[in-house]
Every structure is written in C-alpha cells, then in structure tokens.
C-alpha cells in the first residue's frame, strides 16, 4: 500500500506571510537592499534544522538543477575573468549573483515545507500587500499635485545611523544601495516630453513597481478565484491594475496584457463556452490584427519616453558587440564606462545573462525557464478536480508570462521586492504537484496502525 507522507513534518512558511505585510516597513528603515535575502536564508535554515528528512532530489528538482548550473557558470566566469574587475564592481555582481542563489534556496524551502494554509496566508498577505502599495501610489500622486510638483525622499534610519565614511561610498558608487539608504517617494520623468510624476512605490525604480504588481494582480487574482468571487477582492484588483497603469512602465503593461490574454484564455475554455462563440471573437481579432496600426503604436511607444528607448537601443547594440568579444564564458560582470549612461549588460536579462555569462550560462538559464514552462503547463492535468489549486495555477500563469517578458527590456537580479516575489511565484509553480498530492492525502482515510499489538478489525 502507498503510504501518503506527513505534511505536517517539515517547518512551517507561516512568517513568510507576516513578512510580506512588513515589506512596507523594511522599506522605511532603509533595509530593502539585504533584507530578503536574509529572510530567504533565515527560512532555508529553519527547514534545515526543523526538517525530519531531507531529500536533495525531491527538493532540488529537474528543473532546478539547470538554476544552479547557471549559478555555478556564473561564479566561474567572475572568477575567471577577476582579474579584470575593479572592486566596486565586484561587490555589484557579487550582489546580482546573490539574487539567483535566493530564488533557488526559496524553490527549495517551498518544494518540502509547502503547505495549503501557507499557500492561503501567502495569497492573502500578497493582496494585502497589493491594497498598501496602491494606497501609498494614491498618496505619492496626491503629495506632487498638492505641493506643486515636489520632489520627495527621504534618509532612512538605518541610513542615518551610517558612518559618514560609508555614506559617501554609498552616495557615490553604490546606486542601488543608495536608493534602499535614500527612498524616494515620488519622482519627475519626462513623457512625451514633458515633465510628469513618477513614483516607484517601495521599489527602487517604476519599471520593477510594474513587475511587481503584475505579480501581485496574479496572486490577487488566484486569491479572488479560490474565495469564491469575492467582490471586494475583485475591487482589490481593479485598484492593483490601476497601479500597474501608474508605474508608467511601458514594459510591465506591455508584458501583463499578453500574460493575461493568454492565461484568461485557459480560464474561457475551462468554462466550455460555446465554440461558435469562441470561432467568431477569434475570427473578430484576426481581422482586427490585420489592420492594426501597429506602426503608428510603435512611434506613440518609442516618443512616450523617447530618451529612453533611444538610450536602451544604443546600449544593446554596444552589449551585443562586447558579448561577442567573450561568446563562450563571457566577461562575468558589468562594466561601467563612458560609452554608456549605465552598466554594460543592463536593461535586459537575458542580453545580461549572454554578456557575464555567454553561451554556457546562457544555455542553462534558458533551460532552466523552458522547464519551468513546461511544468506549468504539465502540472495542469494533475489539479483538474481541485478548484483551490487551478486558481493557483492561473495566478501563477500571470506573474510566471509577465515576467519573462519583462525581462527581455529590464534586469530580474537588481530590484529586490520585484524578484523576490518572482521567485515566489516560480516556486509556487514548482510546488503545484506538492499541493495537489496533499489535497490527495486529506481526501483518503487515515490508515491506524497498532504495531505493538497488530490487531486488524474487520
């Protein structure tokens, strides 16, 4: 007979969820930088020790395994190209590094310590998070249209408390510990030209505000599905998808739309809406693509932030034409010099990952996504009678699509709370089949078993 595993016997994720609501006051005392990586390691070791069995297969996983070949080809390209890297940046690429070892400890701490109720208080604290950032976006606006047009940031206290040493490095050649050291609450940018507010919530910059709420619409969304409709959290969700609009990320609304269209697809055909219905709405937007002004969209989205995408295009072309110089292991890190306004190998993870790592690294980090895909297309057939778990599926399709096209014209090691919750949503992914094994072993009886006295009642 095949005995179910206890679910109960690996460490809970229940803090998981109180630090997804307390993400708002990491941000304030100017932690944001370091604090999810030391939360992540603070989990992996809690399940380390709490953990009665620890099985390296089960918890690392097919998929996973291309993530730390990816890891590993990294580390040796900075360590053979070292020699070439100047000590600030070594601390930056150390520092991108860092993030890939965090998404895979939390693929781990969720493949054996993942739960129901824990998937519940994640969702659930997702979407409270949801509510705050929104709230606060309302808040950034309103102080820039009442102040005239303000500028607003302030020095955190974990900032403050700095020797003035370290304030000037920080102020000087560390930009992303600067903006965790230094919030900034809301900002100016120019679109079309003209100066307009621009707020990047508790992120480090707008452009991760918008992955991040795609993410968070997703978990809001699963949230939405499994409390049976909810209207409140459907209000939540026209709130969140307002903040997306807010970001003024032209990626991030340009990576939802495609990610939502797709996976609502799913949502449509699970309800077995009539196919002469479905025949005419397909055969609707095949016309209407065919007479799309797709130019005249492509020159309103190049002129939106025209300065931008110039500087963007200029910049791939120079990384490409670098990456070359190294295709097999690449350069290892991203240099700054005067041929570019920011590091070379920015704005695109996957252009990134080919720069520092070339064509090894970059063959295990597709890998790695391809599977990932593929299980959660796979996985699909396993949660067909549990509701709960196909509105997580959804959920997950959403933040999973919209972020690998976010990352073809933005960085996923850079902005802390954007891949954090990435990461989240790749493990939930990777952990569906957990899930649903669970719900398995809830729905059969308990087997009771007397081994002192063996005694089997008919």
Known sequence: MKVKRNFEENASLRELSFFIMAIPLGWFFGMRFFMFHVFTLYLFSKMLFQSRRFCIKKAIGRESVFLAAFIALYLFAILFNLNQIPASRLAATLYNLSFWGMGLFLIIIFRLSL??????????ASSIFGLITSIFLAFAYGYWFLSGGSYLAFYSPFFRILPQSLKEIVLNSAPLVHTSLVPSIIGRDKLFGKPFPRSPGFNIYPTALGLTMIILIGLTFAWYLRKKKDKKILALLCLEGLTLVLSLSRTAVLAFIPAA????????????????????????????????????????????????????IGLYRLTISKALERPILG?????????APVPIGSHSTYIGVFYRTGILGTVAFLLFWFLIVRRWFRVRSQLAVIPDLVALWYGTGIGLFGGLLWMFTEDIDAPPIAAFFFFIVVALVLSLDRLAEEAGSRKEPKLSVDTENRNLNP
């Open 115 to 124: 739960s129901k109720k824990d998937t519940d208080a994640v969702l659930a």
């Open 261 to 312: 269209l797709f996976v609502g697809s799913f949502v449509l055909f699970q309800k077995k809406v009539n196919r002469k219905i479905v025949a005419i709405v397909v055969l609707i937007l095949v016309v209407l693509a065919m007479f799309f002004p797709y130019q005249k969209v492509i020159n309103v989205m190049s002129s939106f932030r025209g300065e931008s995408t110039a500087s963007r």
């Open 331 to 339: 350069h290892g890190f991203k240099p700054r010099t005067e041929e």
